[in-house]
Structure formats: structure tokens, C-alpha cells
């Protein structure tokens, strides 16, 4: 079962919808359950609750197609949109261990998840707000 806030998966299809008729590419982060007091799911369960946005065309942070502003190994997932295609993993998308897949016309109904093979997952959306992000300059 995998598990992401209503939140995320609301701004995740209007960012889709706002891209389309381009396809768009998001790597999502997780929080652990402990620290969302709100579920009743066990201490270590992950929950999709941020993503990272990436800037078009921006160099100085990309390198060899790696957006270097992304944090390493904290974005066990990626959105992708399929403004013209099937609601499932391509060839073309990059992968992730959890990928999630929205198609037009940008809804809950047309968003699913899928292992990196392209397995179907379970999926439950969570109405729970994620906790508060603090960067290093906040401190």
C-alpha cells in the first residue's frame, strides 16, 4: 500500500494541468508516519507529503540531466504526466522505486501509482496536512 497526502496529489495534477500540453516531471519526498500525528498507520510507514520543483532551463543546477538541488536518495518517488498517453510507466519516464502516473483530464480518478517494473500499486489518499519543512537558513 502506498500512501500520499490529498494535498500533494491535488497540487501534483494542477501543476500536470498547467504543463499540459507538455509532459512534466516531479520527485516527490517522503515523511515517516511518527511524524504525522494525525494517521493511525505504524511509526515507519512512509508517506508521500513534498515534492521538489525543478527550474526550466536552469544549468547551474543541472548536470547531465541531475538536478543537483534535489536532495540524494530523498525522493523515493517521481510524478509523471502523460498529457497524450496511457496510464502507465513508459519507456521514457524516469524512474523512481514508487512511480505516479496522472493522465488527462487531471483528476483523482485518472492518477495512479506503480513500481519501478510498471506493477499497479495500491494507493490511499491521506486528508492530513504534512508537517512544517525547516531549511538550514531557518535555523
Known amino acids: 500500500m502506498i500512501h500520499i497526502t490529498r494535498g ?13 500540453p507538455d509532459k512534466r516531471t516531479i520527485p516527490l519526498a517522503v515523511t515517516r508516519a511518527e511524524k504525522l ?7 515507519e510507514t512512509p508517506v508521500f507529503t513534498h515534492f521538489y520543483m525543478s527550474s ?3 544549468a547551474l543546477n543541472a548536470i547531465f540531466g541531475v538536478d543537483m538541488k534535489t536532495p540524494a536518495a530523498q525522493t523515493p518517488g517521481i510524478f509523471v504526466s502523460h498529457p497524450i498517453s496511457e496510464l502507465e510507466v ?8 514508487i512511480v505516479f502516473i496522472a493522465v488527462p483530464p487531471w483528476s483523482t ?3 495512479k501509482v506503480f513500481d519501478r517494473k510498471g506493477n499497479e500499486q495500491d494507493l490511499t489518499l491521506l486528508d492530513i496536512e504534512p508537517p512544517q519543512e525547516t531549511h538550514l537558513a531557518d535555523n
Open 90 to 97: 513508459t519507456k521514457k519516464d524516469d524512474l523512481r522505486e
Open 8 to 20: 500533494l496529489v491535488d497540487t501534483l495534477l494542477r501543476l500536470a494541468e498547467e504543463s499540459d
Open 37 to 43: 500525528p494525525q494517521t493511525s498507520l505504524s511509526d
Open 56 to 58: 526550466k532551463g536552469d
Open 109 to 111: 480518478d485518472s492518477f
